[in-house]
């Protein structure tokens, strides 16, 4: 499915965050309203695997939380990343410490699976976007491809496609290690 185009009249993101959700979902982004694409086997696979795996490893000590399909508003944009991973502190709770529904902040890791009919620029900005406004770490997942971009602040991003390489995340869950093949072994039901 091919991501619709964006609207040509700009929009201000509090007319944005008025309007009903898409499905897919759609972003804003300098003004403009971008639908994502509609993700397929291979973008849906990894994304609830890997939303698994951190949530696996990173909740039962409250370090932090992976969450799929997240709308994320922050710097005038509001942003929908594949999984948006948030430390445990930086959750917003409400008094009854229950999740809050509006997240007004950037993820500290912000991961993007790219479909085939996604516009990879579009999302390397939203990535580098997220980093400048105080992101710890970026993922461009290209399941084709089978390679990670990685991009870290104020660092070129990195290529990471070598099987055995293994893959940087966020520091506090700097006890586990993923390797490039292990995370496109999770495409593989055989």
């Not at 993820?107 to 900005?125: F, G, M, Y």
């Not at 990670?148 to 104020?154: A, E, I, K």
Request: charged share 20%.
């Amino acid at each position: 499915m091919t991501a619709i185009a964006p609207q040509s009249i700009p929009m201000s993101l509090e007319e944005f965050l008025q309007r009903s959700e898409t499905k897919p979902p759609s972003e804003l982004i300098n003004g403009r309203i971008y639908q994502k694409a509609m993700p397929q086997g291979k973008h849906s696979t990894l994304q609830g695997r890997f939303t698994a795996e951190i949530n696996h490893i990173a909740t039962p000590n409250r370090v932090a939380y992976a969450f799929p399909e997240l709308r994320c508003t922050f710097g005038n944009r509001s942003l929908v990343p594949d999984i948006a991973v948030f430390e445990w502190e930086r959750i917003p709770f409400n008094q009854n410490g229950e999740i809050e529904n509006s997240f007004i902040t950037y993820p500290d890791w912000t991961i993007e699976i790219l479909s085939p009919a996604q516009n990879p620029t579009r999302v390397i900005d939203n990535i580098v976007f997220c980093l400048n406004q105080g992101a710890q770490l970026g993922w461009l997942i290209d399941p084709e491809e089978k390679l990670v971009l990685v991009f870290q602040p104020n660092q070129l991003p990195m290529t990471k496609q070598l099987v055995d390489e293994v893959l940087p995340v966020l520091e506090l869950l700097q006890n586990w290690q993923l390797t490039v093949g292990e995370l496109f072994s999770w495409l593989s039901f055989g």
